[in-house]
């Protein structure tokens, strides 16, 4: 297969703008004969969906969740970049374009990058325009913060509720045309196949979580923005329902899937505390700015705590290793978050870690409470703070927060060219359904800038230059056989599950899976523990499909059979994430091959072999993927080994 | 509706207090006497008098209809009992308390206003007064000497003060008059004036049972 | 507290479907760690149903870190528990003691059916929003975010409103069953920011409508939405929207902006 990722030629500065201006156009008139669907409704589905209707397109919304409005990315907390120089202090569409590609440690598409950063500042307009709350300064201008491991003040922010806050706007954006009956939205569905006709996406089968029944809905495109598969962790600071179950089905039918093994890490999470625990909780990153992240020195020290015969305090400084002040000086807490996370990693396995679990280092705010005042930290970080004590039971104030590393987001996804396409014509992927804008690692509060940008500003031009050609097409029958068979094949699937009824449930299953990828395919991953993956998940395979009990019938509402369901195409997954992270042997980004680092420990990328994106075909269940590179080239920015030291 | 109403019935009390604290001016009554015939003989009084018996019942019939409709939303109650209420007593059980205060109402009416209207009221005449005027004072004086009639008035006007708790600062929140900066003055004012006018209202029962015990 | 377990008994609402009749049922279990939330705790139980072959409690739930708004229950006669400022996924279990009972029903009001069991369907809320909690603005239509400059005091006055999650716990927590916290946030947030003004007449009036519609009460002031709402948005929102509501009326006929803000 030829990957053809339709990168415009010109110079980089200018290429979107070109492009603008030369996609074919979609008349009025033809636009309301056009049909679209958005799969999923957080920032990038939402804000598709509500542009595309602006437009005049016809638009169907899904989405698993009871409102539009809970999808995922409400859960982000930290804030939004844009290249605004607000703050005078320096930024610029190049700066945010340099910063992404560096710190995506040079794994992503220079044109999709640029492109990304241009459209930023466009995002912010247009969220203060549709009344979202972002924090302000006495003038009454719009406030930044510096974020994760930047060196300008280019974040927006809106408290602790940025993602709620954007996808607010992002919905009732999305409601208008609801009650314009440009969009029609339908609620606790789930697409279950993907259907195509002569080769092309014409439409979806929906299930409807309530009754059980499958849907057919067809449509002229199909544009998938269902979010990240972090879950595959089964521990993760992902949403509980958050699957990659459409992602799949596209996959299964041909759509190549991107860096499947680029997942991030976040540093600041809270730890895990028991066996029960269902999903782990982010902690802001904005905590780095004040906080300071250190274990105790000594190994014994370190044991009397987790025994609990030691105090934080009880260790004078002379006790205390500051890690990441001590190992990079120039940035020190600040980071990026893989760098950060692995070396809490790395210190714990060697036994330096705070928690019963001994997964656990300290974030403390001593110093920031002395120098600052605890109002002034009350201020900054009030709501964390009470989060945090709700759910430990432990007053940061009083007591250094512990914090562990969380599979917090997934730079993989579907692979998709300039134009947002995936390889099969006529479906789309954005925001973290796709792969392409955040390389081997996503720099802090680029998640939201980039699904609102694909949703905003650039799906709504792209889709046209598909859809232009499409007028002359009807939207297929639903009774077309394409539809009838794609709706036995969800019949089937669900069907297979319920008569299995063996003797573990799903969510057994799932947090076996999660164990596998956390431990072989998590933060360091090595190629003899890759291949040991493999053959785990082959068995977890055999044994999910043999041993799996999902309670209940097919046409009613049983959340146990759609999660059996999702947890099928996550083992299927994982068995695709070992395999992309076997093949690339290089350290990078979120990747780190213990084979491939530095004398002092850093990752060590191999641009010459692996400055490609890997891009995976399906072939079954059972046979082994085939892998496609597009290579990367980089005109404008030089590749260099990333530095925080 | 209600917050119009129940405002309105609000600043009855506050005249209404004003006009019968003259049974306590110990001077017979004659004060109390002179008031009241002014109060029958007046058309204006009349008047808001016939709007306050209208407002009474739209009080009352407008609160029937919310709580139908606070049934019709939530049909199926809830089974479990919770340890610690977030909202107040009064302002959960303001139809318990209004239905009290009406019965109140209906003895109240019947006891005074109608015996001073259709029944046969003694009358006096005083020195230097143009016509004899009903003896109010000598009614009131006869029903209060009953301890379960005063106490029973007394009753009413703690139901009262915790009706009024709610009903005040609620009706200034209806009509939109709260917010941060006036909530608190609103509440105090109205917790004051909740605690202040019923408080008023029965001491004069309960002064006049005294005077009838012979203190 | 550490490695600590509680024996509970549960009582939980059971409803097949929107149609049929429910009924409590009693579940006893023997382990629940105290550092387990509330949610986890029905994982267990449910893990505990599907292994002795019975039917697994449905109930909403998705992000359990209290912001998505998709977790309900009644718990113990309060909204998302006994927890001020919590929700019910961020109630965790050392909040109850050993051998407790604890009565789980789902939010009850005529506009929230019960799908089933514990599960609401809470689309009215959906409804009430797209009858106006929005600024017409066109993507791409906007001009310079920092143009309009608003004061510090609304912006964050405006986020305190739009801080509400629609998780419907003043619906279910309000003896009428009134949506007053959440319509009257919804419109504060627009009336607080010169955004929302050009079409604050309109959206005050189509919202309240909408909301009658669904079947929710009336607002009686009686404060419980404000004591159970997980994220603290105030009653001074309802107090704002009978102004903005009263306003709007009395100047009815005219299309022009009415501004109101304290």
């Known amino acids: 297969m030829k990957l053809d990722s339709k990168i415009p030629s010109g110079p980089l500065a200018e290429r979107w703008k070109h492009y603008r201006s030369t996609v074919p156009l979609v008349s009025p008139a033809n636009k309301r004969k056009l049909e679209v669907i958005v799969v999923g409704t957080g920032l990038a589905g939402a804000s598709a969906a509500a542009s595309l209707a602006e437009l005049g397109y016809k638009v169907k919304t899904f989405c698993f969740q009871d409102s539009p409005r809970r999808a995922h990315s409400i859960a982000a907390q930290g804030g939004i970049n844009a290249a605004k120089n607000y703050q005078n202090d320096g930024d610029s569409v190049y700066r945010l374009f340099y910063d992404t590609i560096k710190g995506g440690d040079y794994r992503a598409r220079e044109a999709n990058v640029h492109r990304l950063a241009e459209v930023s500042a466009s995002i912010i307009d247009q969220c203060v325009a549709q009344g979202v709350p972002f924090a302000r300064d006495y003038g009454g201008m719009l406030d930044n913060r510096s974020f994760g491991g930047t060196q300008v003040s280019r974040t927006f922010y809106a408290r602790g509720q940025t993602g709620q806050q954007l996808l607010l706007g992002a919905y009732s954006a999305l409601n208008r045309q609801i009650s314009k009956k440009q969009v029609q939205s339908f609620t606790r569905h789930e697409m279950v196949e993907l259907v195509m006709v002569d080769g092309k996406a014409r439409g979806i089968i929906a299930k409807n979580l309530v009754t059980g029944e499958l849907e057919r809905h067809s449509a002229h495109a199909v544009v998938l923005a269902s979010g990240g598969y972090g879950n595959v962790f089964y521990l993760s600071t992902n949403a509980m329902g958050s699957n990659v179950t459409a992602a799949w089905k596209a996959h299964r039918l041909g759509a190549l899937f991107g860096n499947p093994c680029f997942t991030q890490i976040h540093p600041t999470c809270l730890p895990q505390a028991g066996e029960y625990q269902s999903k782990l909780t982010l902690m802001s990153e904005s905590l780095r700015n004040d906080g300071r992240v250190w274990v105790p020195s000594r190994v014994e020290d370190a044991q009397a705590i987790r025994e609990g015969r030691l105090k934080a305090s009880d260790l004078g400084e002379d006790r205390r290793d500051y890690f990441l002040e001590r190992k990079y000086p120039a940035y020190g807490n600040l980071v990026p978050r893989d760098v950060a996370s692995r070396a809490a990693k790395e210190l714990c396995d060697a036994g330096h870690g705070v928690a019963p679990t001994g997964l656990a280092v300290f974030l403390d705010f001593e110093d920031a409470i002395r120098r600052l005042g605890r109002s002034t930290i009350s201020a900054r970080y009030g709501n964390l703070f009470e989060m945090y004590e709700k759910i430990t039971g432990d007053n940061p104030y009083e007591t250094p927060m512990k914090i562990y590393p969380a599979v917090h987001y997934t730079m993989g996804g579907l692979w998709v060219d300039y134009e947002l396409m995936t390889t099969i014509p006529g479906l789309y992927a954005i925001g973290e359904a796709n792969f392409s804008d955040h390389g081997a690692n996503r720099l802090g509060a680029s998640a939201l800038m980039q699904g609102l940008a694909d949703g905003y500003f650039v799906l709504p031009y792209t889709i046209g230059a598909y859809l232009s050609s499409e007028i002359r097409h009807a939207v297929p029958s639903v009774d077309h056989p394409s539809f009838v068979e794609a709706e036995q094949r969800a019949l089937d699937f669900q069907n297979r599950l319920l008569a299995i009824q063996g003797k573990r449930s799903a969510e057994s299953f799932h947090r076996a899976l999660g164990k596998i990828m956390w431990e072989y395919c998590g933060m360091a991953r090595s190629a003899e523990g890759l291949r040991h993956a493999l053959g785990l998940l082959e068995s977890l395979h055999q044994e999910f499909w043999s041993d799996v009990l999902v309670p209940g019938s097919l046409n009613s509402y049983n959340p146990e059979l759609d999660k059996a369901h999702r947890v099928a195409d996550f083992i299927e997954l994982g068995r695709l994430m070992v395999w992309d992270a076997l093949t690339r042997e290089e350290s990078c980004g979120g990747h780190f091959r213990v084979e491939h680092q530095t004398p002092e420990g850093e990752a060590l990328r191999d641009d010459e072999e692996f400055a490609f994106v890997s891009a995976w075909e399906y072939h079954g269940p059972d046979k082994d993927p085939v892998m496609h590179r597009e290579a990367l080239n980089f005109e404008e920015v030089h590749l260099t080994q990333r530095s925080y030291k | ?215 | 507290m550490e490695n600590q377990s509680l024996r509970l008994k549960l009582r939980v609402w059971r409803q097949a479907s929107s149609q049929a009749k429910g009924a409590f049922e009693m579940y006893e279990l023997a382990a629940v760690p105290v550092h387990a939330s509330f949610l986890e705790m029905m994982d267990l139980l449910n893990e505990q149903l599907i292994r002795e072959g019975k039917e697994p409690v449905a109930f909403d739930h998705d992000c359990r870190e209290g912001i998505c708004g998709m977790c309900s229950l009644y718990i113990n006669g309060r909204a998302h528990g006994p927890q001020r400022g919590t929700t019910t996924c961020q109630l965790h279990m050392r909040h109850f003691q050993d051998g407790e009972t604890i009565t789980v029903e789902p939010f009850r009001a005529a506009a929230f059916p019960v799908l089933k069991d514990l599960a609401v369907n809470r689309s009215a809320f959906d409804r009430i929003q797209q009858a106006g909690g929005y600024v017409t603005v066109n993507t791409g239509n906007a001009p310079d975010g920092n143009a309009v400059p608003i004061p510090k005091t609304d912006a964050d006055e405006a986020f305190m409103s739009a801080a509400c999650i629609g998780c419907g716990a003043c619906v279910a927590a309000c003896k009428n069953a009134s949506a007053m916290l959440f319509v009257s946030a919804k419109v504060s947030q627009y009336a607080l920011l010169p955004q929302g003004q050009p079409e604050h007449r309109e959206r005050v009036l189509s919202m309240v409508e909408a909301m009658d519609m669904e079947g929710f009460g009336h607002c009686t002031n009686t404060g419980a939405c404000e004591a159970e709402c997980p994220k603290g948005i105030s009653v001074e929102n309802i107090a704002r929207l009978n102004r903005s509501y009263l306003a709007a009326q009395l100047s009815g006929g005219g299309t022009s902006a009415v501004a109101t803000s304290d």
């Open chain 2, 1 to 215: 509706m209600m917050a119009l109403t129940g405002l309105f019935l609000i600043l009855f009390l506050v005249v209404h207090l004003i006009g019968n604290l003259q049974l306590l001016a110990g001077d017979g009554g004659r004060r109390f006497n002179e008031y009241s015939h002014f109060m029958s003989h007046s058309l204006l009084i009349q008047t808001v008098s016939k709007l306050n018996f209208a407002f009474i019942i739209l009080h009352v019939l407008y609160s029937l209809w919310l709580s139908r409709q606070a049934h019709a939303a939530r049909p199926q109650g809830y089974e479990g009992k919770p340890a610690l209420q977030t909202a107040t007593w009064s302002s959960r059980n303001m139809g318990i308390l209004g239905t009290v205060i009406l019965l109140f109402l209906i003895v109240h009416l019947k006891g005074f206003w109608y015996e001073l209207k259709f029944g046969a009221v003694p009358s006096i005449t005083y020195a230097g007064a143009p016509e004899p005027l009903h003896n109010a004072y000598q009614v009131v004086r006869a029903a209060y000497a009953q301890a379960w009639y005063a106490g029973f008035y007394i009753l009413s006007m703690v139901f009262l003060g915790f009706h009024l708790h709610h009903g005040f600062q609620s009706a200034f929140h209806t009509l939109g008059l709260s917010n941060y900066r006036y909530k608190p003055l609103i509440r105090t004012v109205g917790t004051v004036f909740a605690i202040l006018v019923p408080m008023l209202f029965a001491l004069i029962p309960a002064v006049m049972h005294l005077q009838s015990l012979g203190y």
